[in-house]
């Protein structure tokens, strides 16, 4: 069967319970805490699957890891865009199953035991990578917000960049603190402090672009 061709370029985000910059992208141990939780969303500022339109949308993911992410037994959550049509919920849906293509994708799916009921929901999504802020609500299951790191002896923000050339989830992205992470529904957590990751990413079926 001939596969669906799906591009989605746009903005991304990813918060979790680790110290920034997270290790798991590193080391693949998460840190300070045994496991791994929180949330990856995206803005779809140009994409398409297939014929469908995938432009302006949002999706969101909330999760939870007990242990290292390569260990396996993941939950996650998925949430699409409320005004997203059926063609473009279940193409969003296909697309983060992993059962579209990209290896990102497909790694995820292969470490997630369970999968919740995927919510088509309203999703607040707001970034500025060049002012390391961002800011995304889903009202009964999330919030969280993004802030430049602070230098501990001066209190100035301050800018740290990741390059990572090989990676399947960005190749660049801006190192933040998450000054709010609160998953209020199946998945709970509340964090202050933690890693957020900004980046601008370019997906397709193929694997990551840019």
Not at 8 to 35: F, Q
Request: aromatic share 8%.
């Amino acid at each position: 069967m001939t596969q669906t061709k799906w591009r989605m370029k746009g903005r991304y985000i990813k918060n979790c319970n680790c110290l920034a910059s997270c290790p798991c992208d590193t080391a693949g141990v998460p840190a300070p805490y045994r496991g791994c939780e929180g949330m990856a969303g995206m803005h779809i500022v140009e994409g398409n699957f297939g014929k469908v339109p995938l432009s302006g949308l949002n999706w969101v993911g909330i999760y939870h890891w007990p242990g290292a992410l390569h260990e396996g037994n993941g939950t996650l959550q998925p949430f699409v865009d409320r005004k997203a049509t059926p063609e473009q919920r279940n193409a969003l849906l296909q697309i983060l199953s992993g059962q579209a293509g990209n290896a990102w994708f497909e790694m995820l799916a292969s470490i997630v035991t369970k999968v919740l009921e995927p919510q088509f929901v309203p999703i607040q999504f707001e970034f500025n990578k060049a002012k390391r802020r961002a800011r995304v609500v889903i009202p009964g299951f999330l919030e969280t917000v993004s802030e430049p790191l602070k230098i501990p002896a001066t209190d100035k923000d301050q800018r740290v960049t990741v390059l990572m050339p090989e990676g399947m989830e960005y190749k660049e992205m801006e190192v933040a603190a998450s000054a709010v992470l609160k998953g209020t529904g199946p998945i709970r957590f509340n964090h202050k402090g933690t890693h957020s990751s900004l980046a601008l990413v370019d997906h397709t079926q193929s694997g990551l672009k840019a």
